[in-house]
């Protein structure tokens, strides 16, 4: 299987459809009058499929076992077929397209199966896609686009030489796949007014993005989110809260980040924990949505 474990849950949603194409009226007076020899096929092909949703895992091999949250079946008589519809809901990591796809397979099939003592020449047909949404195929498009941006990295042992920096790189490369290249790189010592003189520095310098890695532990020099608070005129507490429980659910003491993020005028400051594979989460947790906040405030834009 495919490793999940660095997505996010999110609301996600398919909508497939098959088609039973029979042969003659005749076939779809008795579908419609309920007359079909081996019962109603619309009641047995809608619990088959229900089955088939939840069942999915169990038969595609890559398929990853999910919690199936919401599913309806519906059909369509046009002309000689009769069209299954098959929509499947879910708060996961991963999506119900193939859920949704196998639902619909299946609900053919049963029909199939009870329409074939009458009709020799029943098929199935077009099992298809119709529609997906949420994870990635969902994301804001091109936000990043044109945005100015910054990441210092606070570190005194960095700073001295006597560490190789990954965090800053980390975010770099984060933040050019998400359409934001050739952000400003700057190292610098955990010092107060060191801090402070960056953020006002990028303040005049009309950056967009400013981001900070390092400092937001609980030594006694981390005091990156001290330096940061007295220019944030607007909190975001929910970004570093998304980021904090991320965190939690793949180590525990996540939970002693003390990252901050708001704006500072028209600069959003985000403060991200000093270790790299805590910035890669941290990354993962918040872009590309956290760029909407440049699409829906025009007040912020230059």
Do not use: W
């Amino acid at each position: 299987m495919v490793d999940i474990t660095h997505k996010t849950s999110t609301l996600r949603k398919a909508v497939a459809t098959a088609t039973v194409k029979t042969s003659s009226a005749s076939t779809i007076e008795a579908i419609e009058q309920r007359k079909v020899p081996k019962g109603d096929i619309f009641e047995f092909s809608r619990a088959a499929a229900l089955f088939a949703v939840k069942k999915t895992s169990d038969v595609i091999p890559d398929c990853h076992p999910l919690p199936v949250e919401y599913t309806a079946i519906t059909y369509t008589i046009d002309n000689l077929s009769v069209i299954i519809t098959v929509e499947v809901h879910t708060i996961y990591k991963t999506g119900v397209e193939v859920e949704a796809m196998h639902g619909a397979s299946v609900a053919a099939l049963v029909m199939y199966d009870m329409l074939k003592p009458i009709d020799k020449k029943v098929e199935i047909e077009n099992i298809r896609l119709q529609e997906k949404r949420g994870g990635k195929s969902s994301d804001p498009k091109n936000l990043g686009s044109g945005l100015k941006s910054a990441v210092i990295v606070c570190s005194d042992s960095v700073y001295k030489g006597e560490k190789e920096d990954t965090s800053g790189k980390a975010i770099l490369a984060a933040l050019e796949k998400h359409g934001i290249p050739d952000a400003n790189y700057q190292v610098i010592p955990d010092e107060f007014e060191t801090i402070q003189s960056i953020i006002r520095q990028n303040k005049d310098n009309h950056t967009d993005l400013l981001i900070f890695t390092g400092g937001t532990g609980l030594s006694p020099r981390d005091i990156t989110p001290e330096a940061v608070m007295p220019f944030i005129d607007r909190e975001i507490p929910g970004v570093m809260e998304a980021a904090r429980n991320y965190g939690q659910q793949r180590i525990k003491t996540a939970m002693l980040s003390r990252g901050v993020a708001g704006f500072s005028g028209k600069t959003l400051i985000l403060t991200l924990p000093g270790s790299r594979k805590a910035v890669e989460e941290n990354m993962e947790a918040l872009f590309p949505q956290i760029l909407h906040v440049f699409e829906l405030n025009d007040h912020y834009k230059h």
